[in-house]
């Protein structure tokens, strides 16, 4: 987000237009936690995670009444158009400030789980998945060394794309997300050829909102029926969402965040700033957050064959 962030203000600054920066996210916006910013307020900070505006959930936001505050502060402090980076919650707020107020809105597509309908892919979702791998990578020195089955949970409470982009990068021998079902004798039956091909160890890749649920429950099921490594589990949580930004993640960011502003200068609004095929483009805003990004199938079946 910081790398989208130095996009936006220098972009405007090349302009000629003043940019602020609304710290917390909406509930900054209602308070009136504004401040101006200028190039050197984003000098250093690309290779920085997370965002220097910090962010916050904000219930008061979800009422009319909270809104009206939101637009106030925004016209107190001369504001013209915004630009909101965030998910489908975040969008639906811009959506509902244009509609009841009018205010230009553009945004950026910034939620580590990929998936946003309209762009291939999302700020933060590439440095996720450097980081589950990495992470994996380590463990299986460990499951290797000690013949063991690792079971390793990563976020996706909604959606597998951390899980299966990982699972595939990493090795892994299976990959158990929401969008599938899991069938545990499918599982075992996939360790115990493993097994018989002379494998010692396998890890599979759970996202956190398996049907099944989790790496826990996966675990404890295949292990009463299938007991010839030693069982582990390994829940990465939060790493993921942190460390510095992978160097797509900075490229990406940087031209959605300078296209984003372009955008409003054009009277574009209501609209997200989207990648397709390596190509910027907007796409409604409603759009983006009544459809949902759909797994490649190809990807499921990649990690059957690889394994």
């Given amino acids: 987000m910081n790398a989208c962030l130095r996009a936006v203000v220098r972009t405007g600054f090349t302009n000629g237009v003043e940019v602020a920066g609304i710290y917390r996210g909406y509930q900054g916006m209602i308070e009136g936690d504004i401040v101006e910013m200028t190039n050197f307020s984003v000098s250093s900070i690309i290779q920085r995670g997370g965002t220097i505006l910090k962010t916050a959930r904000s219930e008061e936001f979800r009422t009319q009444e909270g809104r009206k505050k939101a637009y106030e502060a925004l016209k107190k402090n001369g504001i013209e158009g915004l630009i909101v980076i965030g998910g489908d919650g975040s969008f639906r707020g811009a959506m509902a400030l244009h509609a009841e107020f009018g205010m230009p809105v553009i945004g950026c597509p910034g939620t580590i789980d990929n998936d946003l309908y309209g762009t291939d892919y999302t700020i933060g979702y590439d440095t996720a998945v450097n980081t589950v791998v990495e992470a994996v990578d380590k463990i299986r020195d460990t499951a290797s060394s000690h013949n063991r089955l690792f079971f390793v949970e990563v976020m996706g409470r909604d959606a597998g794309f951390i899980a299966l982009r990982s699972a595939i990068a990493s090795g892994a021998e299976a990959v158990l997300i929401p969008e599938t079902t899991t069938y545990i004798d499918s599982l075992i039956s996939t360790l115990e050829n493993g097994w018989k091909r002379n494998k010692t160890s396998a890890i599979i890749i759970v996202a956190e909102g398996d049907e099944f649920g989790g ?65 910027l483009v907007l796409v409604p805003f409603e759009n983006a957050t009544k459809h949902h990004h759909k797994i490649n199938e190809h990807l499921l079946e990649l990690v059957n064959v690889l394994s």
């Fill in 215 to 279: 790496a826990d429950e996966a675990a404890k099921a295949v292990n009463e029926r299938f007991s010839t490594w030693e069982t582990k589990v390994t829940i990465l949580g939060h790493i993921q969402r942190g460390g510095s930004p992978s160097a797509f993640d900075r490229v990406m960011a940087s031209r959605m965040g300078h296209k984003a502003v372009e955008a409003l200068l054009q009277g574009e609004t209501n609209k997200m700033v989207g990648l397709r095929h390596s190509d």
